[in-house]
């Protein structure tokens, strides 16, 4: 019985992550904090921390004004001007605002083996993708992606918690068991999946937001290396054949 | 048969608008521009028309950044640097950025008669929300209203367009003929939802946003003069009687 070893047999949903799973992203903000870095360390006081000012900043705005690149824009303006007290020329700012609607605008970069992996997953089982972030953004980026069609629903939601989840899956008439996420989150793509007694698998990416660390948990977390791992995890390649040659 | 004069029997669901239908937008948005020009004319070179460039970036921006009270904030930063050729002071900038975190987190005015409005119907079918715009600031206003218990769904979307509206009505499982929509923008609210095939009502706010201006169309709107009478109009006021006397 072949079949019955296979785990996707087990899901009826298989959810992916998106920035910085299927798609590169934090390194985009990477390069925008080095940027503001760059514009704005000739105006603050010497010695101060601008890059402490900046991310001090994005925490205190994320209950107002949620993730996502407008979010980081209207932060990186707001300790530019506070950083510095005012005296940050209006046409750095200028440049400041520029950065992130190149952000907002610039192509989608999948990272490897993104359209293998989600042919293969949703030849099997439905696929869906949940993420975090800006409605525009995220819609945008899903659009000009190139990899839409593999996926039954799109939820671009505000934080992804137990209730969140829980949520989607009453709306999809999924039960916990029968669901799987994957995502380079412990945070957000695996501890709340878990604490509604749903499947999760950790695929890490380089750069984590600091953000979405996070250093203890008790949980056995399933982590894979790659992507490209995903299909053979779930059951998808018959590679006991090639094992017993 | 008085239950046959009912309309509400003829709809599965009733659909309402949130801005400037259950409560007030528009009015901040308005405010916020008399601010910007009070805060920029000074620094802008004599006789230019801060308020249509304020438009004009506004219009540009749409379609990168949607719609939004982040999106406008970002436009203000972005004409106040662009109009003044850079003139304008950082702190300036630092109080257009600060009108924008007030309009994120300021308390809801609901509308006359919301919440007799949305028990009325609710009481009778499945009412629902829909509503473009910004996710972290509509779920904020949404969750901080006091009326979310009348819907069993809340649609946050990035455009109300017909096919936005059939996606709606597909996963509701709903047909376009047992649907009413009720808002205060006819190209929005009405002109889509007719478009495929559903019911919709016109309830005008006294300011409408210029983006939200149709100015001609050939369709044949209902158009009540206050949410008040929404309930009437769905039969739900058994109003014969006392018309009998």
Known sequence: MTRSLRRIDGFDVVAFDADDTLWRSEDSFAHAEHRFHELVTPYAPPGVDVDAALRATEHADLSISGYGVKAFTLSMVRAAVTVTDGAVPANVIGELVEIGR????????????????????????????????????????????????????????????????????????????????????????????????????HVPYHVTWVHERVDDHDEDVVELASLADVPMWLGLVDFTSDVAG
């Not at 992804?160 to 709306?171: Q, T, W």
């Open 102 to 201: 190149a952000m907002l605008t610039e192509q989608v970069h999948l990272l490897p083996h993104v359209p293998e992996v989600l042919a293969a997953v949703s030849a099997h089982t439905r696929v869906i993708l949940i993420t975090k972030g800006d409605l525009v953004h995220q819609t945008r980026k899903v659009t000009t992606s190139g990899i839409e069609h593999h996926f039954s629903d799109i939820e671009i939601v505000l934080e992804k918690d137990p209730d969140v989840y829980r949520r989607i899956l009453d709306r999809l008439g999924v039960a916990p068991a029968r669901f799987c996420m994957i995502g380079n989150s412990v945070r957000s793509d695996v501890l709340p999946v878990l604490a509604i007694g749903g499947h999760a698998v």
